[in-house]
């Protein structure tokens, strides 16, 4: 099992505000990174660290972490933004890496 | 910029070792202090991490799967490997490999991150007699 948990949906109407977390010990002291994936394709990193995007990432996605919780929101959210969502961060046991359980994203 | 390709067979029998090869194009495997990871998804279902080696040979696996598991790195062929022994359907999957890099991160404590920027287009394993 995940150590890692997220809620399995959510939807959003088009052009409003999104927000998936995700839920984990090891959050307390690791930042998560967060992935985009969609159907049939490799996911693509989409936030890492405190609030960093990898070139190419539109600004409208943004990361943030309270206490146990890692935040991905989407501002403005675009039909192409419908997809699986996965955060990551090392496991507060060892070396590892696990995935949340990830957010199916629809977008109305 | 770097890319990466996996291969290998994509029909393994029951009980047998599964062998994939992650190459890696547009840059040296051995330099920038990366992790160089495996991860795998089921038909419907989520991203599991296998593994990780550094440049260095270290490795690290799921509990999950460190039995059964076993990750290299040639560097010689820009290449990392993993085998996985005795499959079943269970270990039909699809399986990625990604550059992952660490970041010890600033601020008193530190908060450290690992992230995966750079997955390979992935690879259809069956394991089916």
């Known amino acids: 099992s995940s150590e890692l948990t997220q809620d399995p949906a959510v939807s959003v109407a088009l052009g409003q505000t999104v927000r998936i977390t995700c839920q984990g010990d090891?959050?307390?002291?690791?930042?998560a990174s967060w992935y985009q994936q969609k159907p049939g394709q490799a996911p693509v990193l989409v936030i890492y660290?405190?609030?960093n995007r990898p070139s190419g990432i539109p600004d409208r996605f943004s990361g943030s972490s309270s206490g146990n919780t890692a935040s991905l929101t989407i501002t403005g959210a675009q039909a192409e933004d419908e997809a699986d969502y996965y955060c990551?961060?090392?496991?507060?046991?060892?070396?590892?890496?696990?995935f949340g359980t990830g957010t199916k994203v629809t977008v109305l | 910029q770097v890319q990466l390709q996996e291969s290998g067979p994509g029909l393994v029998k029951p009980s047998q070792t599964l062998s994939l090869t992650c190459t890696v194009s547009?840059?040296?495997?051995?330099?920038?202090?990366?992790?160089w990871s495996w991860i795998r998804q089921p038909a419907g279902k989520g991203l599991e991490w296998i593994g990780r080696?550094?440049?260095?040979?270290?490795?690290n696996y799921n509990p999950s799967l460190k039995s059964r598991v076993t990750i290299s790195v040639d560097t010689s062929k820009n290449q990392f490997s993993l085998k996985l022994s005795s499959v079943t359907a269970a270990d039909t999957a699809v399986y990625y490999c990604?550059?992952?890099?660490?970041?010890?991160?600033?601020?008193?404590?530190?908060?450290?991150?690992?992230?995966?920027?750079?997955w390979g287009k992935g690879t259809t394993v069956t394991v089916s007699s």
């Open positions: 090891s959050l307390r002291s690791y930042y």
């Open positions: 080696i550094y440049t260095s040979g270290s490795t």
């Open positions: 990551n961060s090392r496991d507060s046991s060892g070396n590892h890496l696990p």
């Open positions: 990604a550059r992952t890099k660490y970041y010890y991160g600033s601020g008193s404590p530190p908060r450290p991150y690992y992230y995966m920027d750079v």
């Open positions: 547009g840059g040296s495997i051995s330099s920038g202090s990366y992790y």
């Open positions: 660290g405190k609030n």
